[in-house]
């Protein structure tokens, strides 16, 4: 039974609504093309017949009847005769009419002007009309048959049009998060290929989430264990035998900034927990302009904390974007941190944003001592350089970065020390 929601209702219910359509003003004009070329070729025959008549020259009814070989309707079914017609104009006109429910049509010929007399030939069409209406009974049977056919045809090519969604969804319907396959657009139809390349597209993100997933759980395990292990070390070396009272503070001590960075470490793995849930957050248009410059103003001061230059570079005036906020919040305050955490004290950090002719760039370009280009900097709990941290900022900034679709990248800079955070985000996304 098909539903009213169905794609496969809808799509029946149209063609067959716009078949009936067509085949009803198909069939008008046939019947309606029947009818006057019957009627077309009886007034041709009844003014011929009264144009034989006319050129007799006879002004005598009985020549006009006798010419005709019949006076009554019972011999040939039609009556000759001469009439005047005083308010009838000089030409050729033809008169339908009923009598006891016998049909018959009436041609007035002009035979003599100046006396106003007309050539009326009388003519029953009753079998005309019954052969018209036979016609029309027949075009409607024949209607209603091509109404099944186009019934059951459209049931069957609905039917083979959704043959492509079943088939995707069965594909679908086996995946799950150990087995996760792309599809081969070139399996499927021209019009599906836009879908199948978006489902390969969701796919792929699929699986990056749940590699990252499987990174971070493997990673933040390692982490914990590995100072957990450090501390129950040092309390039992420090427990073995009776020791100071500094050497039982030193041992507190570390224990308390072990637990620190552990609390840190905790801190960001909750912080991957609330992004993934801002990647949940409705997209809405902001000023991007607007946008860059606060967020810029306030990442100078925490330069200028630092003793840090922090220069801003913004175009042009207004550039509408829609996105959601706070997952470009998480890249921008990873980078820029990165930025400032690496550039020593008295250096600069520029901070550019334009527009290009693909889209709109932000760079932050730092003076540190720049990174090592062959190393995933991107991985969770990868650390880099003597800066302390969790290694989870810029793991995170790729999470967001891969929800809004944009793209970035860590290169080093070509003409001096330091490297180039860049985010990039396509036209489309205007």
Known sequence: MLSKKSIRYNFVLQLVLASIILIVIFSVILYSYIKISIYKDLTKSLQ???????????SDLNKVEKYSFASSLQAQN??????????????ISFEPSVVHNVHYLTIYYPYNEKKSLFISITKNISDTNKLLSEILANILSINFIMLFLVLFYALFL??????????????????????LQTID??????????????????????????????????????????????????NEVTLLKP?????????????????????????????IGRQESAQFEKPIEIDLIKFLKERANNFKILAYQEE?????????????????????????????????????????????????????LIEILDEGRGIDEDKDLFAPFKRFGNKSGAGLGLFL??????????????????????????IFIPSNKK
Do not use: C, W
């Open 48 to 58: 011929k017949e009264a144009a034989l008549i006319a050129v007799e020259k006879s």
């Open 78 to 91: 039609r009556v000759i005769k001469t009439v005047v017609r005083i308010d009838a104009k000089s030409k």
């Open 158 to 179: 609905s039917r083979m049009l959704l043959v492509p969604i079943k088939s995707l969804t069965m594909k679908l319907a086996n995946m799950n998060e150990s087995f």
């Open 185 to 234: 657009p070139r399996t499927l139809p021209k019009e599906f290929a836009p879908l199948g390349k978006s489902i390969n597209s969701l796919v792929k993100r699929i699986q990056a989430f749940t590699q990252y997933q499987k990174e971070l759980f493997i990673g933040a395990s390692h982490e914990l264990k590995t100072p957990l292990a450090v501390m129950k070390t040092k």
């Open 243 to 271: 020791r100071d009272v500094q050497r039982y503070k030193d041992a507190l001590e570390n224990n308390i900034t072990t637990i620190n960075e552990m609390n840190k470490m905790i801190s960001n793995i909750m912080e």
């Open 308 to 360: 840090k230059k922090f220069n801003i570079y913004i175009s042009p005036e207004k550039y509408i974007f829609k996105t959601q906020p706070t997952l470009l919040i998480h890249i921008l305050q990873n980078f820029v941190q990165n930025a400032i955490k690496f550039t020593p004290i008295g250096k600069t950090i520029s901070f550019y944003a334009k527009k290009t002719q693909s889209g709109y």
């Open 397 to 422: 900034a790729k999470n967001a970065a891969n929800a809004l679709n944009i793209k970035i990248s860590i290169k080093n800079r070509k003409n001096s020390n330091g490297a180039i955070a860049s």
